[in-house]
């Protein structure tokens, strides 16, 4: 299957700092990327969804001032969370796919975010 | 969109077949049936994904009935590598919505 990046991994940051994550997909060229947030034995829950050279669609309840999105190029899309703070801990995801109903989405590993 | 019941958690031992049932009433025509895994701390990986009748691959098989009115996620032989959350999602590919999943817990 297609390979989806995400950078870094884990990060730590202080309360009020930004934190910007990579998404990338490796072997292929995705139209559409996602961003997902998954807290502690919850569900993933959709963020936003964004096509490259447009801005994001953010879900209901998401500050799009707070979380920028960038998807400039068909295989990188950047996640920003500006002013973080404690409750923005969280297991950031993304995911790649294309435009096509019946197309899976393919998953990056993954980025833990811990604001202290 | 349409909203999915699974069973939150479900035990088995290593060299069962595992059958994990969703229920999804209010299907819509277009809808695919997609079923992902997902290990602690990692993204959700694809299993399998169906639209009616019968879906093999080389990790798992999807039933389908008619009425596509629910789903049977059939994993053969399971492993403790297979211990994971499963979930099964039902809808557009360019926008999932998740449900909590079911843990499986596959024991020794």
């Known amino acids: 299957g297609a390979v989806v990046s995400q950078h870094p991994s884990w990060v730590i940051c202080k309360s009020g700092t930004s934190v910007k994550i990579e998404c990338r997909s490796l072997?292929?060229?995705?139209?559409?990327m996602f961003w997902y947030r998954q807290f502690p034995k919850q569900s993933l829950m959709l963020m936003a969804t964004?096509?490259?050279?447009?801005?994001?669609?953010?879900e209901q309840g998401v500050e799009k001032d707070k979380f920028l999105i960038n998807h400039a190029s068909l295989t990188l899309s950047t996640l920003t969370v500006t002013s973080a703070h404690p409750e923005d801990s969280s297991f950031y995801i993304c995911s790649a796919g294309w435009t096509s109903a019946n197309n899976e989405q393919f998953f990056g590993p993954g980025t833990r975010l811990t604001v202290l | 969109l349409a909203k999915t019941t699974q069973p939150i958690s479900m035990d088995s031992y290593e060299g069962q077949e595992v059958n994990i049932t969703c229920s999804h009433n209010n299907i819509a025509t277009n809808d695919y049936i997609t079923w992902y895994q997902q290990f602690p701390s990692q993204g959700p990986r694809f299993i399998i994904q169906g639209y009616k009748t019968k879906v093999t691959n080389e990790v798992a098989s999807l039933f389908i009935p008619a009425d596509r009115k629910s789903s049977t996620l059939s994993l053969p032989r399971v492993s403790l590598s297979d211990t994971a959350v499963y979930y099964c999602l039902v809808g557009d590919n360019r926008k999932l919505i998740w449900g909590l999943g079911t843990s499986l817990a596959v024991n020794p």
């Open positions: 072997d292929f060229q995705a139209t559409t």
């Open positions: 964004s096509n490259e050279g447009s801005k994001a669609t953010y």
